[in-house]
């Protein structure tokens, strides 16, 4: 496993992630923070694009809990169902939508604690809500973070928690709200899983991946 980098090489990596694009966003299409919240739990093993064309048309019709406790299980199944695993989906999001009715009056909690206790929405989910609905500095680890922050010694860790916490230690914190979807569009776009475009890379001369492509 490749060293963390140190303090003034993370500077000058989020300096440039920065000045490449001052307002990263992420690519889920959502309306509010409760289609926000459907639209990251639909999208575990499914990409970003997938998940949009198939809210596309639910979230005109099912925005709010109680839209979609309306809608129902079977109905919900419809829209979609080119999700993978679109029937576990659907019912957990039946269930959370029930308890976001009974249990917060509608609304979504923005605590992580709160928002883990439903159904289908782990820690990855929450940290997403968070850092995208509540402005607030939460890392969502998932394969291209993780992937990045190995290769290149951004946030070295063997699982998800421990890249989460290298993240949240060695980040700037002027860096830290945006830094989840910098290193998730440096993962998707320019250092993919198969073979990394480093020579389109911003922060090759920094990264500590020993197999960089030309
Ligand atoms: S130089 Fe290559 S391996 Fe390193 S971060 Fe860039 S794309 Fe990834």
Redesign the pocket.
């Known amino acids: 496993m490749v060293k963390q980098l140190p303090f003034m090489t993370m500077r000058e990596i989020f300096r440039r992630f920065h000045q490449a694009e001052p307002e990263p966003k992420g690519e889920l299409e959502h309306v509010n923070a409760y289609t926000l919240v459907v639209a990251v739990a639909l999208s575990a093993q499914a990409t970003d694009a997938g998940v949009n064309k198939a809210t596309r048309a639910l979230f005109q019709i099912a925005d709010t809990p109680d839209k979609m406790l309306a809608l129902g299980e079977a109905g919900l199944v419809e829209h979609i169902k080119t999700i993978g695993l679109f029937r576990q989906k659907a019912k957990n999001v039946i269930k959370l939508s029930r308890i976001l009715v009974e249990d917060y009056g509608g609304e979504v909690p923005n605590s992580r604690a709160a928002l883990q206790s439903l159904p289908g929405v782990g820690r990855k989910t929450a940290n997403v809500v968070l850092n995208m609905w509540w402005h607030y500095p939460a890392q969502a680890v998932d394969t291209h973070i993780f992937r ?1 922050g190995n ?2 010694g951004i946030a070295p860790g063997k699982d998800v928690v421990a890249v989460e916490r290298a993240i949240e230690d060695n980040v700037p914190a002027d860096y830290a709200l945006h830094a989840h979807h910098w290193l998730i569009l ?1 993962g998707r776009y ?2 993919v899983a198969r073979k ?3 020579g ?2 911003i ?2 001369d920094l ?3 020993e ?3 030309l």
């Open positions: 990045v290769r290149s440096h320019i250092c990394p475009k480093c389109a890379c922060i090759r990264c500590l991946f197999e960089k492509t």
